[in-house]
């Protein structure tokens, strides 16, 4: 799996942070951004979840 996020779309709602803190986080604008070696999603399962809590679908999962 490979998580890409789309900057120029997110309007930094900060869901994916929320959903699973533990690959996402907020940049100095609030703006998500993927924490370093957690591009793979480090194997949590709300990944996908977080994709789907995206109010401008910002984030894109390539994949398994
Ligand atoms: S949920 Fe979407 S809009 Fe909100 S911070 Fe994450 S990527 Fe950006």
């Known amino acids: 799996m ?3 996020i789309d900057k ?3 309007m ?3 869901m994916c ?4 803190p533990g ?4 940049d100095d604008d609030g703006l998500s951004e993927i924490l370093p070696g ?14 789907r809590a995206c ?3 910002a984030i894109a999962v390539e994949g398994e």
């Open 8 to 10: 120029d779309r997110c």
């Open 38 to 51: 957690r591009e793979d999603g480090a194997g949590e399962p709300l990944v996908r979840e977080a994709v």
């Open 12 to 14: 930094g709602a900060g």
């Open 23 to 26: 690959v996402f986080t907020q």
């Open 55 to 57: 109010p401008v679908q």
């Open 2 to 4: 490979r998580i890409h």
């Open 17 to 20: 942070a929320l959903t699973v």
